[in-house]
T-cell receptor, first 112, second 115 residues
């Protein structure tokens, strides 16, 4: 079945550091890929997405590129802020109902 | 527009009791999804409604879980009787479209603790 694997956290960075959170997936066909973010006390929010190979999703300074050859969708940001502290979830959808398959989540802590 | 609303935000119940979670989707969203995250594990799909019909309930763990969506508006998820392993965070989400790749809007979740 479909699966998503992302690096375990927590990831602790200083403000303005470069961020990479790795995400790889296993799925047949051509899934759509997502990053969701959950800030403390809030629900999941769609951060960015990509629906086909080589697409780059971007939002709020975050980027991720759909790499079919490596089945990856790594999340990057050039300079993190304290306000980026949250849990980040990588996910895919493939079926007609648009059901999401999630990775385990990665907690990011950014220190001033 | 108002977002997806879930309540209660927290619920603590004893093993064997019944709990009902409610989700109010964004108005006009035909698609409603339930997910849950059991402590330390991935967020897992439970089921998908299109209007009042269950489109996919393949993720429902067992027959102690019953989901309904009255008139295609709000949805309830009842757990009866609750067991310790049901503890976790239950998320609801809604979407106006079913298209693969269409992101949806999640609620803040209900944290259920069974003691």
């Amino acid at each position: 079945g479909d699966s998503v694997t992302q690096m375990e956290g927590p990831v602790t960075l200083s403000e303005e550091a470069f961020l990479t959170i790795n995400c790889t997936y296993t799925a047949t066909g051509y899934p759509s890929l997502f990053w969701y973010v959950q800030y403390p006390g809030e629900g999941l929010q769609l951060l960015l997405k990509a629906t086909k190979a080589d697409d780059k999703g971007s939002n709020k300074g975050f980027e991720a590129t759909y790499r079919k050859e490596t089945t990856s969708f790594h999340l990057e940001k050039g300079s993190v802020q304290v306000s980026d502290s949250a849990v980040y979830f990588c996910a895919l959808s493939r079926n007609a109902g648009n059901m999401l398959t999630f990775g385990g989540g990665t907690r990011l802590m950014v220190k001033p | 527009e108002a977002g997806v609303t879930q309540f209660p935000s927290h619920s603590v119940i004893e093993k064997g009791q019944t709990v009902t979670l409610r989700c109010d989707p964004i108005s006009g969203h035909d698609n409603l999804y339930w997910y849950r995250r059991v402590m330390g594990k991935e967020i897992k799909f439970l089921l998908h409604f299109v209007k009042e019909s269950k489109q996919d309930e393949s993720g429902m763990p067992n027959n102690r879980f019953l989901a309904e969506r009255t008139g295609g508006t709000y949805s309830t998820l009842k757990v009866q009787p609750a067991e310790l392993e049901d503890s976790g965070v239950y998320f609801c989400a809604s979407s106006p479209r079913t298209s693969v790749g269409y992101g949806y809007t999640f609620g803040s979740g209900t944290r259920l603790t069974v003691v």
